[in-house]
Every structure is written in C-alpha cells, then in structure tokens.
Nanobody, 119 residues
Framework: QVQLVESGGGLVQAGGSLRLSCSAS????????MGWYRQAPGKQRELVAR???????NYADSVKGRFTISRDNAKTTVYLQMNSLKPEDTAVYYC?????????????WGQGTQVTVSS
C-alpha cells in the first residue's frame, strides 16, 4: 500500500504561481512513477505531468513550458511548480503513484487539492 498526502493548492490570479507537494509513505520502494492529474468540473481527469523512476518526465501539451515536476532525493515527495497560471488550469489536482507494470499496475491517489485561477 502507498499513501499520498497533497498540499499547496489555493486561489491565485492569472499569471501567478503555485507549488503543489505530494508526500508518499508506505511501500514507496515499489513506486515506478509519480505524477499529477487534474479534473475540472464536467471534464475527465487528465494527466498533467509525471516523473518516472529513472527521472524522465512527461507533460501535457497544455502545461509545457509553464509547469515543472520534480522530486526529492528520497523519491518520496514530488512537487509541481506551476507558473504563468491560466483560468483554464482551474481544477482539482490529484497526486498519483503507480506500482507494478502493465497488467500488474496499481494506482494510488491523493485526496485532491483545489487550484483556482481567477482572471
């Protein structure tokens, strides 16, 4: 089991910045990828950014150049630095950790943190 605790959401004006944090506990040694997803009202949950065990990263096209995902040396905390925020970034942001591969993959989710960007 992996437990995830998020922090850092809030209200910010367009053009501003926020940093989200997600701390993992439990069987953290089994995590292969950690990332951030978001879900806006009436929309499906979508991948924002992820960081793989080897340190490689992936971003949604909509956030490239504005958001940066990183992690601490222990690989148990991931951060999402969000700059140049836009109203369309408003959503509940969820931290995700995945263990296993393909058919054995298990996903764990944080409780979600609200990010609201005002115009």
């Amino acid at each position: 089991q992996v437990q995830l605790v998020e922090s850092g959401g809030g209200l910010v004006q367009a053009g501003g910045s926020l940093r989200l944090s997600c701390s993992a506990s439990g069987r953290t040694f089994s995590i292969n990828v950690m990332g951030w997803y978001r879900q806006a009202p009436g929309k499906q949950r979508e991948l924002v950014a992820r960081i793989i065990r080897d340190g490689s990263t992936n971003y949604a096209d909509s956030v490239k150049g504005r958001f940066t995902i990183s992690r601490d040396n222990a690989k148990t905390t991931v951060y999402l630095q969000m700059n140049s925020l836009k109203p369309e970034d408003t959503a509940v942001y969820y931290c995700n950790a995945a263990t296993g591969l393909s058919l054995t993959r298990l996903d764990y989710w944080g409780q979600g943190t609200q990010v609201t960007v005002s115009s």
